[in-house]
């Protein structure tokens, strides 16, 4: 008799404690095999997001029973991103965070939070005042020069600011779930990179911008949205200072500015293995210089049905408050839900059912 999968108490301690745990075989050889004939098949800009090829990398995997007894029910994934990272050596453009990428240290990691805007970094020094460059930045998104407005939006189709009031300059969600398709088990192939355990610390920072301002994400307390010291002048600001530096120390990198990165660590999979990670956890994709082929990973953005019950989670969106474009959705007239998802940017655990019992004992050492 078969039983379904589910977390052990001591890999529910390792969730807590880091923020994510790899799943080891939780995807059937089968499932990985279909998603990788499919991609093989696809044509040109094709989108295989909403292909049952890859939605069954969860939905007929160990993935769900596993994330319903963890964290709760969800909306079955209708749709997903679908990462490929292909070979490459260091190279000369700028990358968000306004440095050169062949500068960027462990592999190029650019290690941030999801939800947030990103519009195509300029490729030249900006010039002009910090204003300036603000200004020209926001007008370049593909929705043209609309002002500082939560219209803006980014390549990534993020919106500038969640709510109309602007008091909210992230989107969020509960999980991530990142399905490997490929041998990832050497550093430097591509993989996902995780800043482990600093969910804790970008916790207790959005908590301390909603106790001053009610304002969080980028252009709230403490945390701007471009760094205008990066050599490009306009580089994004993918974590706060004071989360950063709670995770550099002697031996941290730098880029030739002389600024420490934090070191993330590369989730080492192998095909049909899966990670699960909190919202909160800071990652990144990495360079793929020393892969045998692609890096291909199939991410998940996961949302408790609690938060908004009459709304469905695509699986895709880092964003579900509004549209994946940036819609403006309707909510009942007590449903405000900036205000839940800041309820839930502050109490991450709150989201996750199956977690109350460790996470009461792992906050009361």
Same mark, same amino acid.
């Given at each position: ?25 939780? &995807? ?6 279909? =998603? ?18 890859? @939605? ?20 079955? $994934?209708?749709?997903?991103? &679908? ?7 260091? =190279?000369? %453009? ?27 970094? $300029? ?37 500038? %600011? ?29 993989? @996902? ?7 804790? &610390?970008?916790?207790?920072?959005? #908590?301390?911008?909603?106790?001053? =301002? #009610? ?16 050599? #490009?002048?306009?580089?994004? &600001? ?8 709670? %995770? ?5 990198? @730098? @880029?030739?500015?002389?600024?420490? +990165? ?16 909190? %919202? ?37 969106? *880092? ?15 007590? #449903?405000? $839900? +900036? ?7 502050? *109490? ?18």
């Amino acid at each position: 008799m078969s039983t379904q999968r589910t977390l052990s108490v001591n890999e529910k301690i390792t969730l807590y404690r880091d923020g994510f745990i790899v799943l080891k075989g939780a &995807v059937r050889r089968e499932l990985v095999d279909r =998603a990788r004939e499919r991609m093989k098949r696809a044509t040109k800009d094709e989108d295989l997001g909403p292909s049952s090829e890859m @939605t069954d990398l969860v939905n007929a995997s160990d993935v769900t029973p596993v994330l319903r007894e963890v964290m709760g029910e969800f909306d079955p $994934p209708s749709r997903c991103q &679908v990462g490929v990272i292909k070979k490459a050596e260091p =190279a000369d %453009f700028f990358n968000s965070l306004g440095y050169r990428d062949r500068d960027q240290p462990y592999f190029g990691a650019q290690v941030h939070m999801d939800g947030l805007l990103t519009i195509q970094v $300029p490729q030249e020094l900006q010039s002009g005042s910090d204003q300036e460059i603000y200004d020209r930045y926001i007008a370049s998104g593909p929705k043209g020069d609309l002002g500082r407005s939560a219209d803006v939006m980014g390549h990534n189709m993020v919106p500038l %600011f969640q709510d109309p009031e602007m008091t909210l300059g992230m989107g969020s969600f509960t999980a991530f779930v990142f399905v490997c398709l490929n041998d990832q088990m050497k550093p430097g192939s591509g993989q @996902t990179v995780l800043l482990k355990g600093a969910h804790h &610390v970008t916790e207790k920072f959005l #908590n301390w911008q909603r106790e001053q =301002a #009610n304002t969080m994400g980028p252009e709230g307390p403490g945390w701007p949205r471009l760094n205008h010291d990066a050599p #490009n002048r306009c580089g994004l &600001v993918y974590l706060p200072e004071a989360v950063r530096e709670e %995770f550099i120390d002697g031996s941290s990198l @730098t @880029t030739p500015d002389g600024i420490q +990165w934090p070191e993330p660590t590369q989730v080492l999979m192998e095909a049909g293995d899966a990670c699960i990670a909190v %919202f909160h956890l800071p990652h990144s994709g990495s360079r793929n210089e020393f892969g045998t082929e692609s890096r291909k990973n199939i991410i998940f953005r996961i949302r408790n049905k609690k938060r908004q019950p009459n709304h469905v989670a695509t699986g895709l969106s *880092d964003h579900p408050d509004r549209g994946q474009m940036g819609e403006w959705l309707n909510y009942e007239s007590d #449903n405000n $839900p +900036w205000e839940r998802s800041k309820d839930a940017l502050c *109490d991450q655990w709150a989201e996750w059912q199956g977690m109350q019992d460790i996470v009461k004992e792992m906050r009361g050492r």
